[in-house]
């Protein structure tokens, strides 16, 4: 799925007005900034089924210098098959454990701790695999710029503790395939077929954009 040129355009306003709104403008460069915003959220609100006050309140949430998110994502293999857990919050669809990154916290630990969190298995982050500008990758579209970072992670143990996920339910192991539906918004099925490709090559460099 392209990109739309119409987020592209309100994404870059956002951000250029939440950076200059970062910067203590002066009162009548404030006003202007915000105007940019405001227009960034009708651009939004214009193409999509969102309501125009969600929109703007999401962007106004935003501060401080604008940079895209970071996802974390970890690419676990058992034997020929892949870990991937479903997605209460997207119509029980499946992904790679993983999510933001907390401020503070290296990819590296993040990707660890949402899997133990989404999964119950310890692993352990031993190879980025592949940093991916979202935009160009066959994501839906999304409001906000983003990383998506994918660390290949070896289980520690097959011990998983079962203690229920509010966000995902009960883990599972899947063939390249036999693989369910998929969460796109967070894996498509290519990056998915590109992460069994590195796993019969171990020697490969990391993909990056």
């Known amino acids: 799925m392209a990109h739309p040129q119409w987020l592209d355009w309100a994404q870059r306003l956002q951000a250029l007005a939440q950076t200059g709104l970062n910067y203590d403008p ?24 969102a309501p ?37 919050l997207d119509n029980d669809r499946w992904t790679l454990p993983g999510g933001w990154v907390d ?27 592949a940093l991916y500008d979202r935009h160009k990758h066959g994501h839906p579209p999304s409001l906000f710029h983003a990383y998506k970072v994918f660390f290949r992670c070896d289980l520690l143990s097959d011990e998983r503790n079962e203690a229920p996920n509010i966000e ?5 192991f899947f063939a390249l395939d036999a693989l369910p539906e998929l969460s796109t918004a967070r894996v498509t099925a290519t990056q998915i077929a590109r992460f ?14």
Do not use: C
């Open 196 to 209: 069994f490709e590195h796993l019969q090559n171990p020697d490969w460099q990391t993909d990056f954009d």
């Open 103 to 129: 401020i503070g916290e290296p990819p590296s630990v993040a990707v660890e701790r949402e899997v133990w969190e989404e999964t119950g298995y310890r692993v352990r982050a031993v190879k980025l695999l």
């Open 168 to 172: 995902t339910g009960v883990p599972q």
């Open 52 to 88: 125009l006050e969600q929109i703007a309140g999401l962007m106004s949430a935003q501060t401080g210098h604008a940079t895209p998110k970071i996802d974390s994502r970890g690419v676990i293999f058992r034997e020929d098959k892949i870990l991937l857990v479903q997605e209460k």
């Open 26 to 49: 002066r009162p009548f460069d404030k006003q202007r900034y915000e105007q940019i915003r405001d227009l960034a959220a009708e651009i939004v609100a214009a193409h999509s089924d």
